[in-house]
């Protein structure tokens, strides 16, 4: 039986496009540009590249990017949009919890939940992090976003998922404090038009717990900031507010 985030992204790479999330690929891209040091001659691995954004945004820019994803349907879309574009990437599906790339890039990016934090259980999420550490060469750095586990306890993670949705998408929710899971039963309306609920389960970090997760997967160094949709800075301080945090280490 597949896992709701597999169902979910099964037939929606068109609905995908259409949510606010999505429209500030310009701004992280230059953001990445400034963590890559504009140096061209880098190999980027994108994990989670869904429909190609951020990867078909860096290789515009001249950049030798590889885009892994466990959802054909994204990955094919990908791959139109990049003709499009008329530029290469190297597009392939894999599941981030077993791809083997050793010490292949000198950056990897992981945004907007496209793998960790999504996982069923920690030592599967433990596991992402551990495959994004073993692809980068030494002094490699990893570029991810994940959910901030602050924001829940100040704010309703039902209401500002509704509130940043085209239509009223948690239908319920509930957050485990002892686990810091969210449950929710989320609605969906795929590419042909068809309904479905989907029985969500994300895992929300707090700050402490990424610093020392990060380094247990092999990263000596690991720096951790707000993240503001298409406007990631490392001046933005992590507040409670941010239903998102930006981290970045360095291998």
Not at 69 to 77: F, G, I, W
Request: aromatic letters at 12%.
């Amino acid at each position: 039986m597949s896992q709701w985030y597999e169902e979910l992204f099964r037939n929606s790479a068109e609905s995908y496009e259409k949510e606010d999330f999505t429209a500030g690929t310009i701004g992280e891209v230059d953001f990445i540009e400034q963590e890559a040091g504009f140096d061209k001659s880098i190999r980027i691995l994108d994990i989670g590249c869904g429909t190609g954004r951020h990867a078909i945004e860096l290789a515009l820019r001249g950049y030798c990017v590889t885009g892994i994803d466990l959802s054909q349907s994204m990955l094919d879309r990908a791959i139109r949009k990049a003709d499009l574009a008329k530029v290469q990437v190297n597009f392939r599906k894999e599941d981030a919890r077993s791809f083997d790339y050793r010490g292949e890039f000198d950056l990897a990016i992981m945004l907007c939940e496209g793998a960790f934090p999504l996982m069923e259980t920690d030592e599967m999420n433990f596991r992402i992090l551990q495959n994004a550490c073993s692809s980068l060469k030494q002094n490699g750095k990893l570029i991810f976003t994940t959910l901030n586990g602050l924001f829940p306890l100040f704010h309703s993670v039902k209401d500002f998922i509704n509130q940043h949705s085209a239509e009223d998408r948690t239908a319920s929710n509930s957050f485990d404090l002892m686990t810091f899971r969210d449950t929710s039963d989320y609605q969906v309306t795929d590419d042909d038009g068809n309904k479905k609920t989907l029985h969500c389960n994300e895992r929300y970090y707090v700050p402490s717990e990424i610093s020392w997760i990060v380094k247990q997967a092999g990263f000596k160094q690991v720096d951790i900031f707000g993240s503001k949709l298409g406007a990631y800075s490392r001046q933005d301080t992590l507040s409670h507010d941010d239903y998102e945090m930006l981290v970045i280490a360095v291998k």
